[in-house]
């Protein structure tokens, strides 16, 4: 295969090496072109494109990214983000006229309903056939076959030139965005539930449980009398609350978890504390002692690593 082609057609056909199509809202990979190359620089790129489709919705619709023998270019339309790993020796007004050209393929392909229903990774896996035509052609010709379309796109980035994206920083926005820790081409989540996590969660939904109970009833009994002990239903009522945020932040990554935990355990404690004279000393050792292991389950939950599927 590789014979069939003259060296200077060989050393034409490695301006575009890759390209990828993604939805822009969630960044989910709807189509890739397959490509046969395996060099570091490459699938650095690649890691970075993935990156950079996390981040789409609060960058420019056109962009570019610089490395030392590849760059990246994207272009962003109708919902859906076309991007490419191009050589750094391809005008960059060519790059993105075939960014343009597979966005007329695909949009000419697939509606936006379509688009927009998609639920899993590469739905439209297919058009990878139709992107190696493209590329093809590119590679071969070195560029489009109307040169109007050419002098269009050297206009428009004229005018309106494409924004020089820092990939560091995009990566930085990502995780700060999403609420957890994002790095390239790795989403990095809360590990599994353990069974001891399990335990502690229906412990203290049972303390939860009792010290509403006891702060309605309570309350009941305050309003007949004077409002007096009103600081026992609220100290209850606290604790009921603190109980409820610890299954919440054990569930759920936050920022800050380390101080949240400490601050919810010292409020239950100190709720505990107060209520002594309504609770004997083995009641206030048990809601303080679920609290203290909850905490801890919290603070030792990892953050688990799962890699990103990229197969294409």
Partial sequence: MQAAYPPQTQAIMSLILFAF??????????????DFEHNK??????????????SLPRLPERGTVKGQKLNIYFVSSEGVSYMSVCHSSLPVAKAFCFLEDLRWEFTACFNSTVISLAARPYPFLEFDGTIQKLKQQYNQSGGPA????????????????????????VELTNGTANGHIEQAGVNQRLEPVSAPGILSLVLNIMCASLNVIRGVHLAENTFQDDYEGIWNVAAFLFAFVCCALQCHLYLFHSSLKKLKSFFLLGVIVLCNLYLLGLRNVWQLLFHISVASLSTSLTLTRRIHHRTDDCGV
């Fill in 21 to 34: 199509v993604v939805r822009v809202r969630d960044g989910l990979p709807l189509s890739a072109s397959t």
């Fill in 41 to 54: 620089e490459l699938q650095e790129r690649k890691q970075q494109l993935r990156t950079i489709s996390k």
């Fill in 146 to 169: 109307l040169e109007v379309t050419l002098a269009e796109v050297q206009e428009d980035l004229r005018i309106r030139p494409p924004q020089l994206i820092n990939p560091d920083e």
